[in-house]
């Protein structure tokens, strides 16, 4: 009875042995595990676009652990008559690295050289031009059309004469058909929401409600519907298609919350793509977008 109490008591003994071993090393792998975590988060992470890496220290860890040599290497004098090199293109790299095509305006600035300019002119000789490029930015900017209409009295009969006003794009709108563009590109391609765009209206001196703005965009994509139509069609006519979901917020459900939709983008044979929206994943999604098309044969 004494030894099986023993072996009891052994027993047990070493039960609160392993699970105070296992505690442990189930806090030390918590530990690992959130130091790797905020490793990858320093890395590849946001915060690594804040991190400053010295590309040439990086690099020279690499190319100072070559031997450098203890005498120059003998080299031989060739005279050789050097081709000028042909134009290049748009879109090759320049001295600093910058890469562009022939669409980006470029400016060119002159810049004068006090101590060359107040050499005479007949003693001085412009031998090459130096070229370095720098990318700028100029900031979007807004601007009014003003249209002004003479209105014309003809003396002889009193007739008033007046042009008529250049036709909108929506009648009676107070935004042209570039802002409206704008607008929108702005809006769905660059994700940039309708009240920071009014920020940066404001900021540029130009009042217009928040409520006109949703009011330009919901006219501006009817304007666009039977565009959007006309290629959904024709997509639907590929002999192969490509469709899936994918989920965005969109509508308000309830207070501070928006309601889960899905785009539905469809993919045709000529590289034509619409998106269609629907509060549902199912299937159905798919029959009524493909409709007769569904049946059609090929």
């Not at 404001?202 to 565009?227: D, F, Y």
């Given at each position: 009875?004494?030894?099986?109490?023993?072996?009891?008591?052994?027993?047990?003994?070493?039960?609160?042995?392993?699970?105070?071993?296992?505690?442990?090393?189930?806090?030390?792998?918590?530990?690992?595990?959130?130091?790797?975590?905020?490793?990858?988060?320093?890395?590849?992470?946001?915060?690594?676009?804040?991190?400053?890496?010295?590309?040439?220290?990086?690099?020279?860890?690499?190319?100072?652990?070559?031997?450098?040599?203890?005498?120059?290497?003998?080299?031989?004098?060739?005279?050789?008559?050097?081709?000028?090199?042909?134009?290049?293109?748009?879109?090759?790299?320049?001295?600093?690295?910058?890469?562009?095509?022939?669409?980006?305006?470029?400016?060119?600035?002159?810049?004068?050289?006090?101590?060359?300019?107040?050499?005479?002119?007949?003693?001085?000789?412009?031998?090459?031009?130096?070229?370095?490029?720098?990318?700028?930015?100029?900031?979007?900017?807004?601007?009014?059309?003003?249209?002004r209409r003479a209105v014309v009295k003809d003396k002889r009969s009193d007739h008033i004469h007046t042009a008529p006003t250049p036709a909108n794009v929506l009648e009676g709108s107070l935004a042209d058909v570039s802002f409206l563009a704008g607008l929108l590109i702005d809006k769905?391609?660059?994700?940039?929401?309708?009240?920071?765009?009014?920020?940066?209206?404001?900021?540029?001196?130009?009042?217009?409600?928040?409520?006109?703005?949703?009011?330009?965009?919901?006219?501006?994509?009817?304007?666009?519907?039977?565009?959007?139509?006309?290629?959904?069609?024709?997509?639907?006519?590929?002999?192969?298609?490509?469709?899936?979901?994918?989920?965005?917020?969109?509508?308000?459900?309830?207070?501070?919350?928006?309601?889960?939709?899905?785009?539905?983008?469809?993919?045709?044979?000529?590289?034509?793509?619409?998106?269609?929206?629907?509060?549902?994943?199912?299937?159905?999604?798919?029959?009524?977008?493909?409709?007769?098309?569904?049946?059609?044969?090929?």
């Open positions: 009875m004494v030894e099986a109490t023993s072996k009891t008591d052994s027993t047990t003994s070493e039960n609160v042995q392993l699970r105070n071993e296992n505690d442990a090393l189930r806090e030390e792998l918590q530990s690992v595990k959130q130091q790797l975590a905020w490793l990858q988060r320093q890395v590849f992470g946001r915060k690594s676009e804040k991190r400053l890496i010295d590309q040439d220290a990086r690099s020279g860890l690499l190319f100072n652990a070559l031997p450098e040599s203890e005498s120059p290497t003998p080299t031989e004098q060739v005279s050789y008559t050097r081709r000028k090199g042909a134009k290049e293109r748009g879109d090759a790299v320049t001295d600093s690295g910058l890469r562009f095509n022939e669409d980006v305006p470029v400016e060119v600035i002159h810049v004068a050289d006090p101590e060359a300019e107040s050499i005479p002119r007949e003693h001085r000789e412009v031998i090459d031009e130096k070229v370095t490029h720098r990318l700028a930015q100029r900031p979007g900017s807004y601007v009014v059309l003003e249209y769905f391609c660059y994700h940039l929401p309708l009240y920071r765009q009014h920020q940066r209206l404001a900021m540029s001196g130009i009042t217009v409600s928040r409520n006109t703005l949703t009011q330009l965009v919901e006219r501006a994509i009817r304007l666009l519907k039977p565009v959007y139509d006309a290629q959904l069609e024709h997509i639907l006519r590929s002999k192969v298609l490509a469709m899936d979901e994918t989920p965005i917020k969109a509508g308000r459900g309830k207070p501070g919350k928006m309601k889960q939709g899905w785009f539905w983008p469809v993919y045709g044979e000529d590289d034509e793509v619409c998106f269609i929206f629907s509060d549902s994943r199912g299937s159905k999604v798919v029959t009524q977008a493909l409709g007769e098309h569904s049946m059609a044969p090929w």
